[in-house]
């Protein structure tokens, strides 16, 4: 798909809604931007551990800093 944008008098665009759904990325994601050729090319920043934290909260039944905690507990009792 191909659409255009406007760029704002602070060097802002919008991503339209179908880019957005299409790349995953929502408010406060980061996005990169790089140069191929005579192209931009916008694609989702890689996220960072600490963006992650929280992610698998309840994933595991429990707390995951809990349930790591026991898990260390377990393997020094080996």
Not at 14 to 28: F, K
Not at 30 to 35: F, H, I, Q, S
Not at 54 to 64: H, S, T, Y
């Amino acid at each position: 798909m191909k659409t255009t944008a406007t760029v704002s008098s602070k060097g802002q665009i919008t991503i339209p809604a179908w880019a957005r759904r299409r790349l995953g990325v929502g408010p406060g994601d980061r996005v990169v931007l790089r140069e191929e050729g005579d192209r931009l090319i916008l694609e989702p920043a890689a996220r960072s551990i600490r963006e992650l934290r929280g992610v698998l909260k309840g994933a595991f039944g429990r707390d995951p800093d809990r349930f790591l905690r026991d898990l260390r507990r377990e393997w020094n009792r080996a």
